[in-house]
């Protein structure tokens, strides 16, 4: 006899319904596609220190790992739009399924040419690039999808949640990375990320299909340009795109600049190198009851601001740590403070928008901090090869701590308000 039960939206549900961060783990679905996802991740983060790992082994220089960040966030800029049109126009579940195919195929690649001893920056890049093209197109259907498989009164806690485990990957995936390049090499590393995509498809089969397409037929280039211009019209997403942004531009870099403190500041080899990474994780995983204690958008606004701040501190302690122990405590916080602000922005950009936009909306906000992300390392990277990588990320941080000031005081916090209004039933 099957135990579970129906939630009174219909979606299936595992046991009775509860109060709290956990209540999303009821639906199912939900759970399933959750733990596959756990695991792709924790792949994804085990390539995505591998990638800057090998790329300072063969340059040793700063400007190349922030061209290695460029390479992987630049081309899901492109690939947004295209995946936002169609997380709106095209059954999700069936996208997904799709998309995620066509990324264990590339891992895969990735893995075989290096392993063959092709060990060319062009190559590398061309093909992280390739990946995050693909990965530009899946995220939009991937954000929306959990707006599938949960009623809205659960959508706090489900996308808390995915934050939960995309941090916890973080925190996971890095720390194997350590391990696996210090024993085995790089190339192993490849290779379990491309492994670990096989278990989200399967996932994803397992999954009942509800998601139904969107029956308008707006066109690519007409449907995203009615999403550019709905977001100005909502201060609360607005405020939430050019938050995401500045952290792009400011604080992300410093996650690949792991591996230029790790080789050419505090000296330390690859193990050290996934500690530091996996305090990033924690750091974030530390930050989900927080987000989660929010109900509804109560909370989010100041969830928001102080994840800013703390994200501002932190990175300027990351310039100033003398050592791998402090510097991995300050990454902590870093971590902490991403992961406060993005989620609970990401949380009041769904709780905002109007469905029949939600996937180019949140196309939208990947793609303003996919262009910042890139732009941020690429600046950054030239800044450290000039004035050291200890001065870059405290410049950084204080760039950062002045965006917090502004949405604490004045006309910002009257801006920073709007992230709590209501959803727009247009």
């Known amino acids: 006899m099957s135990t579970a039960a129906e939630s009174d939206d219909g979606l299936p549900a595992l046991g009775p319904p509860r109060d709290g961060a956990l209540r999303a783990f009821r639906h199912r679905d939900y759970a399933i596609f959750w733990s ?19 790329i300072f082994e063969i340059t ?16 899901g800029f492109f690939g947004s739009p295209v995946g936002g049109h169609l997380a709106d126009t095209r059954e999700r579940h069936r996208l997904l399924m799709s998309f995620l195919s066509v990324l264990s195929v590339l891992a895969l690649l990735l893995w075989w040419v290096y392993a063959a001893g092709v060990h060319s920056v062009a190559a590398i890049l061309g093909l992280v690039a390739a990946i995050g093209l693909v990965w530009g197109m899946t995220m939009p259907s991937w954000q929306a999808f959990v707006n599938d498989l949960v009623p809205r009164e659960d959508l706090v806690s489900a996308v808390s949640l995915n934050s939960l485990q995309f941090n916890a990957a973080r925190s996971i995936g890095p720390a194997i990375a350590g391990i696996v390049i210090a024993t085995l090499g790089p190339g ?117 601001l102080a994840g ?47 469905q029949r936009l939600r996937g180019r909306v949140m196309a939208v906000r990947l793609m303003v901090y996919m262009v910042s992300t890139p732009i941020g390392a690429l600046v950054q990277g030239s800044m450290s090869d000039r004035i050291g990588p200890r001065a870059t990320m405290v410049v950084a941080g ?3 701590l002045l965006v917090a000031l502004f949405f604490a005081v004045g006309r910002g916090a009257r801006l920073l308000k709007r992230v709590d209004d209501p959803e727009d039933d247009r």
Do not use: C, D
């Open 36 to 54: 596959g996802a756990l695991v792709s991740n924790t792949g994804s983060w085990l390539q995505n220190l591998t990638v800057p790992y090998v």
């Open 60 to 75: 040793h220089s700063a400007l190349w790992v922030g061209a290695a960040t460029a390479a992987q966030f630049l081309p």
């Open 188 to 304: 192993p590393a490849f290779g379990l990320n491309a492994a670990s995509f096989v278990v989200v498809v399967v996932a994803l089969l397992l999954v009942r299909a509800r998601s139904v397409a969107n029956t308008a037929t707006t066109r690519l280039v007409a449907g995203f340009v009615e999403a550019v211009r709905y977001v100005p019209t909502q201060p609360g997403i607005a405020v939430v795109v050019v938050t995401v942004g500045l952290i792009g531009l400011l604080a992300t870099p410093a996650f690949a600049f792991t591996v230029v403190f790790a080789g050419s500041v505090y000296g330390v080899g690859p193990v050290a190198l996934g500690v530091m990474n996996a305090a990033l994780g924690i750091g974030a995983i530390l930050a989900v009851p927080l987000v989660v204690r929010a109900k509804g958008h109560r909370g989010l606004r100041s969830t928001l």
């Open 308 to 354: 800013l701040l703390l994200q501002a501190v932190a990175v300027v302690a990351f310039g100033l740590s003398p050592n791998v122990v402090t510097g991995s405590l300050a990454l902590a916080g870093l971590g902490l403070g991403f992961l406060m602000s993005v989620s609970s922005g990401n949380t009041a950009v769904q709780l905002i928008v109007a």
């Open 398 to 400: 204080l760039a950062l």
